[in-house]
């Protein structure tokens, strides 16, 4: 994933220690012999930002949660099988991935990208997990199974009663990816503004060029299955659980194609973790839980948003498992029913006040009715 010689160049140039240089040489696979353990833990927690806002290291196991979710969720539509063990542990209740097979896929392109990009998202995993050394965070538990029939009904993919499976078939693989990987995104520009060590940063913004290609990918794959209208139903149902604003947008506008979604000036738009959560969480409340994450994310980046311009970027104790209880609402255990509620009364309230505007690139984003998920 990472150019040799551009790691190397750009850890010498960047690493404000020595520790900081050997730590993400040994992640790159680029050191030497001889670096132990020790001499990898703990070095992100003392870089705290400046402003007083989170620390590297809360930032950067934010961003391991969320590869943990796609490194799951790819690993398991291309072999079967989820993260090895090696892989899942850390500080933090350690939790069980639930829903999830190998996908069948009959086109061999798709079945090569979902390849590609599952040995990403592990690599991003493992990349994390070293550069983090002993104080990364373990897998928390993950729902792959109600949670994207949660996100679908929210939507409005599918409609009541019905069941939203990602891994029946390459198009349901590809719009359930749709949900990840422009979050993803999203989530590594909003966090990078908070990173204070300039070596974290640069391995964050190689992160964040991967997840870019990735989601370009996905956007291109199903325009060119004529899924835009599903795909725009879920960019909807986003803007609607992340905040007031505006910004995520949909594979066409205007009829045309919108496979890089940004700004007038062509810039991405980014979200802050509050936002990001929100969206995992399934709720467009203050939440500690949900959604994806049934008993929340490990790690002091816990918190969404509920909606605010600015969104949670701390507080919060890390879940242990049990009950969470935010202060929007309570979650317990994998139960996203009054999760899914919130999502759709606020994806039926955009519906009613009738078709997104958007004034990135052109005047509207078109976007049909409900329609029945792929079989």
Known sequence: MFDTRFIRSAINRSAESGVDRRRFLTAAGLSGAGIGAAALIGAPGASAATSGG?????????????????????????????????????????????????????????????????????????????????????????????????????????????????????????LAAFIFEDVGVTAYKGAAPLIDNKTYLSAAAGILAAEAYHAGLIRTSL?????????????????????????????????????????????????????????????????????????????????????????GTGAGTTPTGGAQTGGGGTADGPNTDLLVGGAVAAAGAVAAAGAFQHSRKTAATTVAGDTDATA
């Open 54 to 174: 989170p620390s590297d290291a809360a930032i950067l196991n934010f961003a391991l949660n969320l590869e943990y979710l796609e490194a799951e969720f790819y690993s398991l539509a291309v072999t079967g099988a989820g993260l090895p063990d090696s892989l899942t542990t850390g500080t933090g209740t350690r939790g069980r991935v639930q829903g999830g097979r190998q996908v069948t896929f009959k086109s061999p392109k798709i079945r090569q990208y979902a390849q590609e990009i599952a040995k990403d998202e592990r690599e991003h995993v493992a990349f994390l997990r070293t550069a983090l050394g002993g104080a990364k965070v373990s897998r928390p538990a993950i729902n792959l199974d109600a949670s994207f029939t949660a996100a679908a009904m929210a939507a409005g993919v599918i409609k009541a009663g019905q069941k939203f499976d990602p891994y029946a078939n390459e198009q349901n693989f590809l």
């Open 223 to 311: 325009y060119d299955m004529g899924l835009q209208d599903p795909a725009g139903m879920i960019s909807k149902a986003r803007n609607s659980l992340d905040g007031p604003a505006d910004d995520d947008q949909g594979i066409s506008v205007g009829g045309t194609s919108n496979i890089v979604p940004t700004d007038a000036n062509g810039i991405a738009f980014s979200r802050t973790p509050g936002r990001v959560l929100n969206v995992v969480y399934l709720t467009p409340k203050v939440a500690t839980s949900g959604g994806f994450f049934p008993n929340g994310v490990n790690g002091a980046l816990n918190q969404s948003g509920g909606g605010s311009p600015v969104g």
